[in-house]
């Protein structure tokens, strides 16, 4: 007999976003529903459209292009939020709108300011608002985690006869602890007399470490959907993290008694994705994604995983997408072969133009580095990414010394709006001086957050995948650049995190 479903319900474009620094412009949310629909997960939250036009943009893009999920959008209880986000999912294949309003005492009385009939009777309002305009309508009790119980049966019980299809709880503030926060969805389906006409939801913050623990205690008390981020990015210490709520499932599968739909070979890939955009690294020690989540150390474990691989291991590292990375191509590889292998990636191509030049990188790379992983192929693409229209620095030479003794240099010829400017700086490193140099040119006063470093796969001929974070004038920018020089890399990453700045887009990161 076929178990229920389990729908994964994937925030990390809407509450990952809101991590300070987490931004991301339209064209990477794009990457990453498309990685997520790969994925098969049931439902892409793909940003809040009221916040800003750039957030409305960015839903509406992913609307439009992903097929095999649903896209929701979040709004605000106000028909004007609401109309905003019936509009950016208007040409989903599936659409949802999420609308949410606090319950809880502290929010009511401090925040919102309403009273608690007030409360309901804007909580019955919108969801009929958003009926009015689709089928598919999720309802958040914000700050649900801290409600009183009785108060919540009557929003709930409310907002189900006006058509919610979907009751999310949310801890909003990771206050909770699995057995009682169990007992609250139990009571709850028990409860309220129309519990059944929904798909009963919740969404765990991890300000207790907690959020993955409570999500699955609610899945054992009747919860059918778990919200939740690749990586468990979110405000403050995040979300329930995806790829541990999908493996506890499947891994468990004895115990759960529902299981999910999700391909697990692409959670890896995922998280690289979402870490490389974000520029938030993931842990070594990290369950699932950590690059130590299947290395064995001690000679015990190891002993015992080659005599037989269960004696230390509950799942298995290609499951879920480790050493994925084939082979692909080499320096004899044509242009069919390099198309052949992005469209097996899911990487859409724009037009011949990108194509070529993709290709013509591709080859300068295949005769710096033998062997070409997927992983090249994804950093390759995201750096052609920054398209000439958005492209208003590049960089089209370097050259760096470093010796013992000598105050390293780097001299840059940068083009800026087609105008070739060369400039040279000296600096504590080969990338600081690199950085100067290119401030030197483009002027933007801005503060540089973070430099991080990471090696694409392995090896000393790996490409290193530089993240810089920029800020100015309240603006939270990522710029991502690689190379088998990471000093190039380094270079790149910042002209990209420049290009972002200096285009005319409205700030995403939207903070509800
Ligand atoms: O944490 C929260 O309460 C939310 C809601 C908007 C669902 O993110
Ligand atoms: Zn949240």
């Keep these: 007999m076929s178990k229920e479903q389990l729908i994964i319900f994937d925030t990390t474009l809407r509450d990952g976003e809101q991590s300070p620094g987490a931004s991301m412009t339209k064209e990477e949310k794009l990457r990453i529903a498309r990685q997520l629909e790969r994925m098969r997960v049931n439902v892409i939250e793909a940003g809040f459209p009221a916040a800003s036009n750039g957030d409305f943009a960015a839903v509406k893009a992913v609307a439009e292009v992903i097929k095999d999920s649903t896209v929701a959008a979040l709004s605000r209880a106000f028909d004007k939020d609401i109309s905003r986000a019936l509009e950016a999912i208007k040409p989903a294949a599936s659409g949802r709108i999420h609308t949410f309003l606090a319950t809880s005492p502290i929010h009511m009385e401090k925040k919102l300011r309403m009273s608690p009939d007030d409360v309901i009777a804007a909580a019955k309002s919108a969801v009929r608002f958003a009926r009015n305009g689709i089928d598919d309508v999720e309802f958040s009790c914000e700050d649900a985690g801290r409600s009183e119980l009785d108060f919540l049966c009557r929003v709930i019980e409310a907002v189900i006869k006006e058509g919610a299809t979907t009751i999310n709880i949310p801890d909003t503030v990771g206050y909770n602890v699995p057995e009682q926060f169990a007992e609250r969805i139990k009571q709850l389906r028990a409860r309220i007399p129309n519990s059944d006409k929904v798909v009963w939801s919740v969404h765990c913050h991890n300000d ?305």
């Excluded at 030197?440 to 991080?452: K, P, Q, V, W």
């Excluded at 710029?479 to 002209?495: E, F, L, M, P, R």
């Design 208 to 512: 207790l470490g907690l959020a993955v623990a409570n999500s699955l205690a609610a899945v054992m008390a009747g919860a059918r959907q778990v919200e939740c981020t690749i990586n468990g990015l979110g405000e403050r210490a995040g979300n329930a993290s995806l790829e541990e709520i999908v493996m506890a499932v499947r891994t468990r599968q004895d115990i759960f008694p529902c299981e999910t739909r999700i391909d697990a070979t692409q959670i890896v890939p995922a998280s690289k994705m979402v870490s490389s955009i974000t520029g938030f690294p993931v842990q070594p020690n990290k369950a699932i994604v950590g690059a130590n989540a299947f290395a064995h150390e001690s000679g015990i474990h190891q002993d015992g995983v080659l005599k037989h691989r269960e004696t230390y291991e509950i799942m298995r590292a290609e499951d879920v997408g480790w050493n994925a990375n084939k082979l692909v191509l080499g320096k004899l590889s044509g242009r069919t072969a390099f198309r052949a292998r992005l469209k097996e990636l899911g990487i859409e191509v724009e037009s011949e133009q990108v194509l070529n030049t993709a290709f013509m990188r591709f080859k300068e790379l295949a005769d710096k580095k033998h062997e070409i992983f997927d992983e090249d192929l994804h950093a390759l693409m995201s750096d052609e990414a920054v398209t000439p229209e958005n492209e208003r620095y590049r960089l089209v030479s370097s050259m760096f010394h470093s010796e013992t003794g000598e105050v390293p240099l780097a001299r840059l010829i940068i083009s800026t709006e087609g105008i070739e400017k060369e400039a040279e700086a000296s600096g504590s490193g080969p990338v600081d001086a690199t950085f100067k140099a290119i401030e030197s040119i483009a002027a933007s006063g801005s503060e540089l957050l973070l430099y991080s470093v990471t090696a694409i796969t392995t090896g000393t001929d790996a490409q290193g995948e530089v993240t810089v974070r920029l800020a100015k004038d309240g603006r939270i920018v990522n710029g991502q650049g690689a190379d088998t020089d990471i000093v190039v890399a380094s270079a790149k990453a910042y002209i990209h995190a420049l290009n972002t700045l200096s285009s005319k887009k409205e700030k995403l990161n939207p903070q509800i």
